[in-house]
């Protein structure tokens, strides 16, 4: 599969000429036209907020067709009729040549210590996890994950216990367009720590294979 990274925790996946879009948030819009982003053949959100589901930006992406919105209860109540898939923790759907399997993580406390929204991770293919602004989560081993490196409430320590609960061997860094942090720093402290894991960094556009 074909890895695309945009701003913030929007990444594009394609497989077989197929193409997923995951959180198209606020941040995407100032750098990238919608049209750069398309032809996608669903959209999947993780959260409400709206550095990953801009309602302006999926409409753009949408351009009056009948493309699957995919979120949570929560965030179709934020976005509503955008939305036509709600989905729940553990379900497991295909798209196309995508199977995607839910699954519901803690969002990260916000910065005054309330609890986030309801946040939904999504596997795809069975190698390639997407949190959302997820950190922790039980009982999932995967090859490949986008991983958040900036929160209000992520710390190095955070990020290094979730990689290893996970078992990642391959990470790509994203969330950290707003609250800022420099993957390398990540990917240099991490070096001889005990992770067999690979830091893909990719500029805003740019892709990888995985």
Avoid: W
Avoid at 45 to 50: P, V
Avoid at 185 to 193: C, G, P, V
């Amino acid at each position: 599969m074909k890895i695309t990274k945009y701003p913030q925790s929007c990444i594009v996946i394609e497989n077989n000429n197929q193409r997923l879009i995951i959180d198209p948030g606020s941040l995407v819009s100032p750098k990238f036209k919608a049209e750069s982003l398309l032809p996608i053949d669903a959209i999947l959100i993780t959260h409400e907020h709206q550095d990953h589901a801009d309602p302006l930006l999926i409409e753009s992406l949408l351009n009056n067709k009948k493309v699957p919105v995919i979120a949570n209860d929560s965030a179709q109540a934020v976005l509503g009729d955008l939305v036509t898939k709600i989905v729940k923790d553990n379900e497991i759907f295909e798209i196309g040549s995508f199977r995607i399997t839910c699954r519901e993580l803690p969002h990260v406390d916000m910065i005054d210590g309330s609890k986030g929204p309801k946040n939904t991770g999504y596997i795809v293919n069975d190698i390639f996890f997407h949190p959302g602004d997820g950190i922790e989560i039980s009982n999932l081993q995967v090859n490949s994950a986008a991983v958040p490196i900036a929160g209000p409430d992520i710390s190095p320590k955070d990020i290094f216990g979730f990689i290893k609960e996970i078992g990642a061997r391959t990470v790509i860094p994203i969330h950290y367009d707003y609250f800022k942090a420099d993957p390398v720093f990540y990917e240099d402290m991490f070096k001889n720590r005990g992770l067999e894991t690979k830091f893909v960094i990719l500029n805003n556009g740019q892709s990888c294979e995985i």
